[in-house]
Structure formats: C-alpha cells, structure tokens
T-cell receptor, first 114, second 115 residues
Framework: AQSVTQLGSHVSVSEGALVLLRCNYS??????LFWYVQYPNQGLQLLLK??????LVKGINGFEAEFKKSETSFHLTKPSAHMSDAAEYFC????????????FGTGTSLTVIP | DSGVTQTPKHLITATGQRVTLRCSPR?????VYWYQQSLDQGLQFLIQ???????AKGNILERFSAQQFPDLHSELNLSSLELGDSALYFC??????????????FGEGSRLTVL
C-alpha cells in the first residue's frame, strides 16, 4: 500500500531564502509522484510531477523536486522564496497498477516572512 | 481554470439535513474523485468513479453516497448531517484512460457549513 509522509506541517522562511519541503513515500511498485499547491480559498493546482523520466523535475513558479529512490523521497525546493509562495503544499503518490488511486500527504503550510 | 466545475461553492445547512454536491469533470475525463478537506483531518479521499462505475472507496461514511452519471458528471450526497461534516469538499478528475500517468485536476471545492 502506498503512503506519503510530509515532515513539518508548518514551514517558515524569509523572503529570498531557500524553500525546502520534505516528502517521503512508500510504494511497492515504482510510483508516480506529484506536488500540488493550494492557495487560500482555492482548489489544488499541480506544481510538478515525476513519472519515471528524469529524476529532477522542474515545475511552475521556479519549484523543482528530485526523486531519490534510495531515500524514497521527493522533496520540493525553490532557491529563493517569494511572498506569493505562501500557500499549502501537498505531496501525492499514485500507482498505475491500482487504477490511478492517489494518496496525499497531510500538507505543509508555507509562510514567507518579509 | 482546471476545467472541473463544482456547485454550489458555498452551502449552509442544519444538522440532520441532506445535501447534494455536484461535479462536472474536465471534458473527456472519465475518472472522478471526491475528497474532503477539514482542518483536523487534512485531505481525505472519499471515493473514485471511472466511467460510471465505482473504482475505489476511501474514508467515506455510510451516510454519504456518490454516483457518476452517463454524461460523466458526479454527485456526492451527504445525509443526516452532523457538525463534524463541515468541510471543503473537492472533486477532481483525471485520465481519459483508467491507467495513465496523468495528474488530478481539482475543482474549486464546495464549502459546507453545518449549523
């Protein structure tokens, strides 16, 4: 069975600082991994996804994530935080063999301090 | 705009009542998912439909039911409502095939408040 663990339900960074949001997964087969962002009063939007191509995945708004099979991790990073990055971030895993069921982490709320 | 439409956006009702939430998936998407998001439970998977058939069930209460119609829109029915059912309910769609590497496309949610 798949599961996703997001370490740190709240992360605060200064504007211009590195953003690092952690995600670890468990999966019995090669997974598909996703990061979603949710701005206040909105639905979830896809930031980026890993589907067994390049292990370093670039997404929108300057975010990227690296798939590390040995560490079962898919951490999200951005070199320089912007005020507009303040939002809730969700990591998700899906396995094609299970008919596309998606499992979400509990989310990480990112605060950007001016 | 994700292409997924949910109605109503906001709903206020009383305990014991029944409500229906509606979702129209992206054009051509065959899978519809329902999620509940509350402050204390996070994003909880409720149920998934594919082309009219139930595919997977998550933490869906017996008081809740859903269906997907031939035109692929879906409805989530919540009955005997309790205060704890107050939450944001999301619909998402994906995939023109059951198995694919595509992502979920989320609607903007229906915010249910039970008083």
């Amino acid at each position: 069975a798949q599961s996703v663990t997001q370490l740190g339900s709240h992360v605060s960074v200064s504007e211009g600082a590195l953003v690092l949001l952690r995600c670890n997964y468990s999966s019995s087969v090669p997974p598909y991994l996703f990061w979603y962002v949710q701005y206040p009063n909105q639905g979830l939007q896809l930031l980026l996804k890993y589907t067994s191509a390049a292990t370093l995945v670039k997404g929108i708004n300057g975010f990227e994530a690296e798939f590390k099979k040995s560490e079962t991790s898919f951490h999200l990073t951005k070199p320089s935080a912007h005020m507009s990055d303040a939002a809730e971030y969700f990591c998700a895993v899906s396995e094609m063999d299970t008919g596309n069921q998606f499992y979400f982490g509990t989310g990480t709320s990112l605060t950007v301090i001016p | 705009d994700s292409g997924v439409t949910q109605t109503p956006k906001h709903l206020i009702t009383a305990t014991g009542q029944r409500v229906t939430l509606r979702c129209s998936p992206r054009s051509g998407d065959l899978s519809v998912y329902w999620y509940q998001q509350s402050l204390d439970q996070g994003l909880q998977f409720l149920i998934q439909y594919y082309n009219g058939e139930e595919r997977a069930k998550g933490n869906i209460l017996e008081r809740f039911s859903a269906q997907q119609f031939p035109d692929l829109h879906s409805e989530l029915n919540l009955s005997s409502l309790e205060l704890g059912d107050s939450a944001l309910y999301f619909c998402a769609s994906s995939g023109r095939q059951l198995r694919n590497t595509g992502e979920l496309f989320f609607g903007e949610g229906s915010r249910l408040t039970v008083l």
